[in-house]
Structures are given as structure tokens and as C-alpha cells.
């Protein structure tokens, strides 16, 4: 099973709530496990925030790593967006709304980093339940 | 530097009782639909009733500002422990008011013994190794009733209510056992101790647990099945507490009913053409969070229309026997079972069904004093009174 | 801390007698003088210094309480009316011992609503979450405003403390909203204040809809924390409940930004509510006990409520707020809106604890002890409020937790530091009463008027406020209740 810091920053809270969902799901665990990359989250008007995918952990560090293997550089409202369905992530790179580093022609690496942070985006945003009492239950 | 008697085996929950809450009253009510779910203090109303009250009450027996007196028994005894405020409560402590007022129990009865006539439930165990004082039965007549082996797979722990006042969910019981083929048998039992447990009367319960372990060591089971959602309570959660060693698996009847329908092993025939309201006892649900798998059963069972209560599952109202409150309090736990009925009457069912022989018996007395005129019944009653076709 | 002189109850009659008195009007089941039951009443979630009462009583009707302040009155007993003891200021502790009037447990019934003139009759131990249920069920486009509290505070202490609630920056403070009230007066006498007044012995229920225009007696009632007579019935505003909703928000950079956007966001009219929480509060919210601010975080969250009876409307409101922002932001204010709903799923759902109101707040149910200098403040005065009490947080080693609201459209705000503490920690609650007391300092000084007063608060706001407001205080008081019987010891009475 993966692993998640327990982080104290607002950016590594969020991400920890969006993998945390999915913590069960073998195709997450499949993607995450060993994947051993480290991601750079650069959200406008924040802060750098480094994700390190390190055998079945997940690990969060503030600031921007100088080996960093993929940087992505976008708004909270754009990254809202693509969660939400209103902006596609192609068509927001296109127009320069977000900016992707280090994934070049590796589409291995692309299609991991897909699932373990946009399609966890949007499973967290679809997720109908607002029934926050049921989650304060489960997480004392 | 506060100090708490070492030896006190609820001392963790005592302490835990000071810096934790901060009396925002959430325990008084389900937070769904804000109705009404904790027994004890929509009937005796002042603070001190309430969980929140209770934990205040600890930290005034401990700080030295309350004094020990009977005047204490009532807000202390006075409680079914249904753990519907566990699941109200959104503090970090809500997980644990329950063991803090069985603490405060335990710390009670050390000081001024417990509320009225529970004391009978362990003077009678020690005559008789059961609180009904019946004379104690090591099952062997059942055993042979049933043709049961010494030896088998599983044990059916029966419990003392169903033993000594259930008799017909007992009987339903073993005969689905034996319907669907499971290799079990029967031991002497003594009491679970649920109810010494509750009542904080808890010098014997170690001893009978550990006797109950080795019963069921000498039948051979690894896997211990009971009716009673008290005894498996106790089973599956106390036993750990207590820091007793045993080695076997605890189901309760339902669990094992639900999986063979699941594996497709068996199969309800006959129709059962009533409407039925399930009440989830506290020990099944609350505390051992089984909601779903009674539920699953009754909508197997062809011809039965499930309707649900309007308070359900993590906030059903509490049948009002648990806690030591249908000894100590016996008028007001019937009182707590009529609001029940009332609820049950609202739904349409001419049958409440629950999974416990102590939410049937209390029940069972309401529907007699106030002539409700409804049908209590246990599942495996129920079931008992269908055709099941056992497929290889 | 103030020295209350403690008051021999008992001088003039014996307690059994009283005893005897009060089971006769209530019932023995509705009274009690037992310690176990007294004590969870003596003290509260604050660190004021615990009282025991001498009894309890539970009242189910008007006439049980005119002959109960007709003999307390006689006897000079202290009655303190509580509801469900979640004030965060002491109010319900018997300073002088005397008898709880515990309005919770029984006289809580929704009397009437009032579809047209959108009103609603209570009596006091009406909560939040038993208003909400029934409006939900029975009239569900009308809507209440509610508090940052757990659904068991009740309605009608907020109105009578001048309570601010999530559609404050509409409608101001919520002792606006009260039509009017039923009170027994030190004599027994029952009076009804507002437009109720009508009608010489009951009023007709269809006739609370409004304070004025007669001569406002309302005011020796509201804000006096129980001092002038018991209110036995209230009948509060309710609003319209709009289709259109949406909730932004806003993470502001920048410590004091946040005051600016406050004050104009809320001068637009466009939404229902200002709400701000240190960035900290967040993290509390979700369970961290000792949150940090990291750099590159903003400062302050802000929740900002808009809603519309129509699609136009509503867009043309968003429209307004959208704008402001952009304005601030071309002003060099780093901020960032966001639709909450949105922002709670990717945050932590947790974080709907201030959405769903009312609600048990999170942040501060981790704790057994809950302080906090809630106040009233000039608006223009927030970034120097904000800076110093903030350095005074730092000072003391405790998390910051500021709470702020603009209150109709920018005329006030209000301007709340909480400090939730472990209550039986060592040295925890002196250190925290040290903190407070500074902050106390800080704020009077800048014109804050707090509006739940521990009676060391007052003493020291006492030693600030004309002479000439003291005197007619006193002389109301004094009026009201010649022997002091109304919950003794508020504002060093």
C-alpha cells in the first residue's frame, strides 16, 4: 500500500487529500509504486512545492528541487479548471497556461504523471460526497 | 499532578476525560437530521446526564470538587452506553466516551458499588455463572438435542439471554446451523461479562473470559459463532482490553448467513410477506459498525419489504437495555424501547426485527406494556421460519 | 482578576425552603440541588473562574417563572438564565451562586413562523440546529443567518448578544433582527416589547413582525446579558431563501491585505457575508493542533457568500465581486478567488465545518478550553488590530487565530482573537489568560467593544467609558432590578 507524509503546508495538505482517495486503487498503486520521480508543483502566487515518489512513499518538500524531474507551473483557478473539466490540459498548455517541463518524448513517464496527478485531481473534484462529519469520523 | 489509581484498568480514560472536550454539546444530537439520540439525557435532562455532563463529572470526582456519594449513582448509572454520542462527537475523544464512562463506572463502584440491584449481576454469576441467576446449563442436553459433536469447526456460543430468555432465537439459531451444514458444537458457557463490563463490576471478568477461552479451546473451534450482539461485542473488542490470549475467530450469525448467500450456498425459498423495520442494536452497529449485512439478508429474503426507521444505523435510537439500565432502571428502559415502537408504528412494519436477544427481550416488553401489537422478532428467527435451499 | 464578593444567599431563608419553593413550582423532576448536577453548570469552556450554583431548574411555562422571580426577588436569590452554556465569555457562570434557569432542556419550542413578514417566535432554548431542521422541512425558501457554532447554541442568546452570523455583512449585528420579546420583569410582571405589544393579555402570534416605531424599551434587554429580566419568548427575523448561491474563496497575501479587501468587498453590497480566518485556522480545522504559516501561504482565508433571487441578479452580484477583486488586485494586492466548493474537495471536505452552518467547528472541538476577546471594532482600525495582535501571538508562542467579519456593508466589524487551550494542561490557562489580557489592552484601546464580557473585561472597559453611560447603566439597573437578582456580577454589578 502507498504512503503519504503527513505534510503541514496547504499545497502538500491538498495533494495528500487528492492521493488519499485513491490509496486502495491498484492502478494507483501500480502507477506510484517505484515510479522514484520527483515532481515540482509551481502554483502561482505560492510557492514551489517538490512531490518525491520514492518506492511506496510519497513525500512532500517545500521549495523547488534542483533535480527535478517534471515541473509543472499553473494557477489554483487553471488547475481548478482542468479538475473540474472546463479546461483540457492539452489545450491549457497550448495556451500557455500551464507549463510542463522534463517529460520530453518519455510518454511512460507522461501517462504516470497523468494518472497519479490529473486523474486524481478529478476524481477529488467529482467525488459527490460533501459529508465532511463521515470523513472527520474516519480520519479520528 | 493529577493521580489516578494505577490499578483502575480504565485509568488511560479517566485521564483522558481532562483535556479533551470542551462541552459544544454536538454528543446531544444526530448530526443528520438533528433528532434526538441519546436516551439518558432526553429523560433525565440536566447536564450531568448528558455525555458531556459525564465527563465533567469525572474530572470533578478526580479534581476533588465532587465528593463520593449515592447521589452520584444516578448520573453515572444511568446510561445505556448505546454509544450514540461516539458518533455525534466530532472531537478527537469521541472514539472513547464510552470506555470513559465505563471508567467512571468502575471508579464508582469502587468508591460507592453500583446503581441499584446491578450488583445482582455478579452475586448471581458467582452462584451461577450467569446474571439470570438461572441454574447453569453446560449445554449438553442441546448437544444431544442437536446430535452435536465434542469436537467440530466452529462453536455456537450461545450467551446467557439467549440461553435463559431467547429460548426460541437459541432454537432458531441451531437449527440453521444445522440446516446449512456447518460442523459446530456447543460448551459450558459462563457469562460474556458484557453487562459487568458495562456496569463497571469488572474483578470477574477476567477469570470468565479466560474460562470461556479454554472451553472453547477443549472443542478444537478456531471459530466461535454467537447470536448475541453483546457477546460478540465483548468477544471482538473486550477481549483485547482485558489482555486475554486466545486464538480464534469471532462471527456473529449474520456474518456467516450473509456469506453463505454471497457464495450462493444457500438460497431462501418460501416468502415472508410482511413488512419488517430492522433496529440495529448498539453492540452490532454503533460499536462494532455492522449496519449493512443484517440489511443485505432482509432484502434477500423474498416477499419481506424493508422499511427503514427514520432514525437508523449510526443514529438508531438505543433500545434502552444496555448499560446495566434494563436491571437498574427496568421501567425507564422500557420507556426508552416504547419511543422505539413509536418509531417503528411510523414506518407501516407490523414486524421489528433486530440482531440481538437483549434488544428483542426489552423490545418485547414494550410491545406487552403498551400493547403495540407488533411482531419482535430476531433475523434468525425469521429465518427460522423459512424454506433454505442448501446448494453443494 | 475581579474579587467577587460572595453573597450569603441563605440570610433570609434557609435552602430547604427554597428547595421545597422551587419543587413546588416546577416539579421535582425539573429541579436539583445535587453537586454532581450542579457542577457541569459552574463552570465553562473559558477560563473564568468556575461557581457553583445552588440550583438548577428546568422550566416548561411563563407562570412556573413569575413565581419564580417573585420569590427570588423577595429573597434576593440570583437567577442566571443559560440555554446551552457555549458562550465564550462567562455568561452563564452564577457569580454569586443563586439558580440556573436552564431554558434548554424544555421551554425550547418554535412557536410560530411567519411566512409573509418572515419571522420566527421562539422560545429561548430554541438552537440552531432545531431552526434549521424546521425551516429545511416546513419553509424552505425562507433562511436564518447563522453563527460559527455547533448546532446546539442557541438563537435566541445570539440575538440577545448581539451575535454575528454568515449574512452579517448584509444584515449587521443580529440584535437588528429581533422583532420583539417577551420578558418577566424583577416585579413578575410580564411585558411583551415590539409589535407584539398590542393586546392586553396574549398577543396574537401573527403579530410580532417588527421593533418599532413605539418607544424602544427593546434595548434595556439586548445586550445586558440576563441583568434586566428574563426573556421568555423572541421572535427573530428570517430571510428569503434565494435559488442562486455560491460561496468564494479567497486566499489573501500579505498580512494586513486582508483588511482592505475586507472593507471593500463588503461596501459593494453584493454579498451576504465577509468572513475571515488566519491561514493557520485551516490546518486546525483538519486536525494539525500546532498549525505553522509557511512562506509563501497567504495569510488569511476569506468566505464570501453571494446569493440571488434570480439568474441576473445573481451574475450581475458575481459580476460586482469579480470586478473588486480585480481592482484590489491591480492595487498590488496578491490574492487568489476561488469557488469554495471546488476548493474544499482538492483541500480537505473537512474545511465545510464553516460552510454547513451550524456546524461543530473543527478547529475548535480538538480542545477541552475555548477563550477569545470577541469584539466590535472600527473597520478603518483592522490593519493595526490585525498587525499587533498577531506580534502578540508570536510573543506568547501560541498559534494565531484571528476571526474577522464586516458587518453591514462596512459600518463595523467585528474583530475576534480565539485562543482554544487544553484547560488542565499546567500553566496552560495562565498563559493564555496572560495573552488574552494583552490583546484585552490592545483592543480597548483602539475603540473594540466586546461584545461577551467576563467581568474583568468589563472592569477594565469600565475605567474607559464616560461617566455619564455608567451612571444611566446603573440607573437602569438599578431600576429593573433594585436587588440585583438578574444574573449578579455582569459588568461588576
Known amino acids: 500500500m502507498i504512503s503519504i507524509q503527513d505534510p503541514e503546508d496547504l499545497l502538500s495538505i491538498a495533494l495528500r487529500n487528492i492521493f488519499s482517495s485513491r490509496i486502495e486503487e491498484k492502478e494507483f498503486y501500480t502507477n506510484v509504486h517505484n515510479w522514484n520521480k520527483k515532481v515540482v508543483l509551481d502554483i502561482k502566487s505560492f510557492y514551489p512545492l517538490t512531490v518525491i515518489f520514492e518506492g511506496d512513499e510519497i513525500k512532500f518538500e517545500r521549495g523547488e528541487v534542483k533535480d527535478a524531474d517534471i515541473i509543472l507551473r499553473l494557477s489554483l483557478q487553471t488547475l481548478l479548471d482542468i479538475a473540474n473539466g472546463r479546461e483540457d490540459p492539452l489545450s491549457a498548455a497550448g495556451k500557455g497556461i500551464i507549463k510542463l517541463e522534463g517529460l520530453g518524448n518519455d510518454s511512460e513517464k507522461l501517462v504516470k504523471f497523468y494518472n497519479i496527478f490529473l486523474v486524481s485531481m478529478q476524481k477529488a473534484a467529482n467525488n459527490p460526497n460533501i459529508n465532511y462529519y463521515e470523513l472527520n469520523k474516519k480520519t479520528k | ?392 | 482578576m475581579t474579587v467577587i464578593k460572595e453573597r450569603n444567599i441563605f440570610e433570609k431563608i434557609k435552602r430547604e425552603d427554597v428547595y421545597k419553593k422551587l419543587v413546588d413550582i416546577f416539579g421535582s423532576q425539573n429541579v436539583s440541588d445535587k453537586d454532581v448536577d450542579l457542577y457541569p453548570y459552574s463552570y465553562d469552556m473559558t477560563e473564568c473562574k468556575p461557581h457553583m450554583p445552588d440550583f438548577i431548574v428546568i422550566p416548561e411555562n411563563n407562570d412556573q417563572l413569575v413565581i419564580l422571580v417573585k420569590f427570588c426577588n423577595s429573597n434576593l436569590i440570583p437567577i442566571v438564565p443559560y440555554i446551552s452554556g457555549n458562550n465564550v465569555g462567562g455568561l452563564t457562570i452564577p457569580e454569586k451562586g443563586g439558580i440556573i434557569v436552564d431554558f434548554g432542556k424544555k421551554m425550547n419550542r418554535i412557536l410560530h413562523v411567519n411566512e409573509n413578514m418572515m419571522y420566527a417566535l421562539l422560545e429561548p432554548g430554541v438552537t440552531f440546529g432545531q431552526l434549521k431542521k424546521h425551516l429545511d422541512e416546513n419553509y424552505p425558501n425562507l433562511r436564518y443567518s447563522y453563527p460559527f457554532a455547533p448546532p446546539y447554541a442557541g438563537v435566541v442568546g445570539n440575538a440577545l448578544l448581539s451575535g454575528m452570523n454568515n449574512m452579517s455583512s448584509k444584515l449587521g449585528s443580529m440584535g437588528d433582527s429581533i422583532n420583539g420579546l417577551e420578558v418577566i420583569t424583577s416585579d413578575g410582571e410580564i411585558a411583551r416589547i415590539g409589535s407584539c405589544f398590542y393586546g392586553k393579555d396574549n398577543a396574537d402570534p401573527d403579530s410580532w413582525w417588527c421593533r418599532y416605531p413605539m418607544p424602544d424599551l427593546m434595548g434595556i434587554f439586548v445586550n445586558w446579558q440576563g441583568m434586566t429580566g428574563l426573556i421568555t419568548k423572541c421572535a427573530v427575523q428570517l430571510w428569503p431563501n434565494p435559488p442562486y448561491k455560491k460561496t468564494y474563496f479567497a486566499g489573501v497575501f500579505g498580512l494586513t491585505n486582508v483588511a482592505t479587501v475586507m472593507r471593500e468587498v463588503g461596501r459593494t453590497e453584493v454579498v451576504d457575508d465577509v468572513s475571515a480566518i488566519s491561514i493557520e485556522v485551516t490546518k486546525l480545522t483538519i486536525g494539525i493542533t500546532k498549525p505553522k504559516k509557511f512562506p509563501g501561504e497567504p495569510d488569511f482565508a476569506l468566505l464570501l457568500p453571494i446569493s440571488a433571487k434570480s439568474e441576473k441578479l445573481f451574475n450581475a452580484k458575481n459580476e460586482i465581486l469579480l470586478d473588486t477583486i480585480e481592482n484590489l488586485k491591480n492595487e498590488g494586492i496578491n490574492m487568489v478567488l476561488l469557488d469554495v466548493d471546488e476548493f474544499v474537495k482538492i483541500f480537505d471536505l473537512r474545511f465545510r465545518c464553516y460552510l454547513d452552518l451550524p456546524a461543530a467547528i473543527l478547529s475548535l472541538v480538538e480542545y477541552s478550553g475555548l477563550t477569545w476577546f470577541g469584539s466590535y471594532a472600527p473597520t478603518h482600525k483592522l490593519e493595526d488590530l490585525i498587525q499587533k495582535v498577531d506580534n502578540l501571538f508570536y510573543k506568547h508562542d501560541i498559534t494565531p487565530f484571528i476571526y474577522m467579519k464586516i458587518m453591514k456593508h462596512s459600518h463595523y466589524g467585528i474583530f475576534r482573537p480565539i485562543i482554544p487551550y487544553n484547560k488542565f494542561k499546567e500553566g496552560e490557562e495562565e498563559k493564555v489568560h496572560k495573552l488574552l489580557e494583552e490583546i484585552v489592552d490592545v483592543c480597548l484601546d483602539a475603540g473594540c467593544i466586546p461584545y461577551k464580557t467576563p467581568i474583568w473585561m468589563t472592569e477594565k472597559m469600565r475605567k474607559k467609558i464616560n461617566e455619564g453611560w455608567l451612571t444611566l447603566f446603573d440607573k437602569i439597573k438599578n431600576c429593573l432590578d433594585p436587588n440585583n437578582i438578574f444574573n449578579p456580577g455582569r459588568w461588576n454589578t
Open chain 2, 1 to 392: 499532578m493529577l493521580e489516578i489509581d494505577n490499578s483502575l484498568m480504565g485509568k488511560e480514560f479517566l485521564e483522558m476525560a481532562f483535556d479533551n472536550c470542551i462541552k459544544c454539546s454536538t454528543c446531544k444530537y444526530g448530526y443528520k437530521n438533528f433528532e434526538k439520540i441519546c436516551p439518558s439525557g432526553e429523560k433525565f435532562i440536566f447536564e450531568s446526564y448528558w455525555p458531556s455532563g459525564r465527563i465533567r463529572t469525572i474530572r470533578g470526582l478526580l479534581l476533588g470538587d465532587l465528593e463520593w456519594n449515592d447521589e452520584l449513582k444516578d448520573p453515572i448509572f444511568a446510561c445505556t452506553t448505546c454509544g450514540a454520542c461516539i458518533d455525534a462527537c466530532q472531537a478527537p475523544h469521541a472514539n472513547y466516551i464510552v470506555d470513559m464512562i465505563e471508567a467512571l463506572r468502575e471508579l464508582a463502584v469502587k468508591h460507592i458499588g453500583p446503581a441499584e440491584s446491578q450488583e445482582l449481576l455478579v452475586s448471581r454469576c458467582e452462584e451461577t455463572c450467569n446474571p439470570y441467576n438461572e441454574p447453569n446449563s453446560n449445554n449438553e442436553d442441546l448437544k444431544k438435542k442437536y446430535d452435536l459433536p465434542d469436537k467440530a469447526e466452529w462453536v455456537y456460543y450461545i450467551g446467557c439471554t439467549s440461553n435463559y430468555r431467547q429460548q426460541n432465537l437459541r432454537d432458531s439459531t441451531l437449527r440453521f446451523l444445522k440446516k446449512v451444514g456447518i460442523n459446530f458444537t456447543l460448551m459450558d458457557e459462563h457469562c460474556c461479562t458484557s453487562p459487568m463490563i458495562r456496569t463497571g463490576q469488572i474483578d470477574i471478568s477476567k477469570d470468565y473470559m479466560n474460562y470461556n477461552i479454554q472451553q472453547i479451546k477443549n472443542t478444537g473451534a478456531k471459530k466461535v459463532i454467537t447470536s448475541c450482539a453483546g457477546c460478540y461485542r465483548t468477544f471482538k473488542k473486550d477481549f483485547d482490553k482485558f489482555g486475554v490470549d486466545y486464538d480464534f475467530e469471532v462471527y456473529h450469525t449474520i456474518e456467516l448467513a450473509k456469506k453463505l448467500l454471497d457464495e450462493g450456498k444457500i438460497k431462501f425459498k418460501s416468502e415472508y410477506n410482511k413488512t419488517v423495520t430492522y433496529h440495529d442494536p448498539c453492540h452490532l452497529g454503533r460499536h462494532m459498525g455492522i449496519y449493512e449485512i443484517p440489511r443485505e439478508i432482509y432484502k434477500k429474503i423474498p416477499g419481506l419489504n424493508l422499511v427503514e426507521m427514520k432514525r437508523n444505523r449510526n443514529f438508531a435510537w438505543c433500545c434502552g437495555a444496555g448499560g446495566g439500565v434494563k436491571i437498574g432502571y427496568p421501567e425507564w428502559a422500557v420507556e426508552v424501547s416504547k419511543e422505539r415502537l413509536e418509531e417503528a408504528k411510523e414506518t407501516g412494519a407490523t414486524v421489528i426485527s433486530s440482531t440481538c436477544p437483549f434488544c428483542r427481550t426489552n423490545l418485547s416488553d414494550a410491545n406487552d406494556k403498551y400493547n403495540f401489537d407488533m411482531e419482535v422478532l430476531d433475523l434468525m428467527e425469521i429465518i427460522d421460519q423459512l424454506e433454505i435451499e442448501f446448494v453443494n
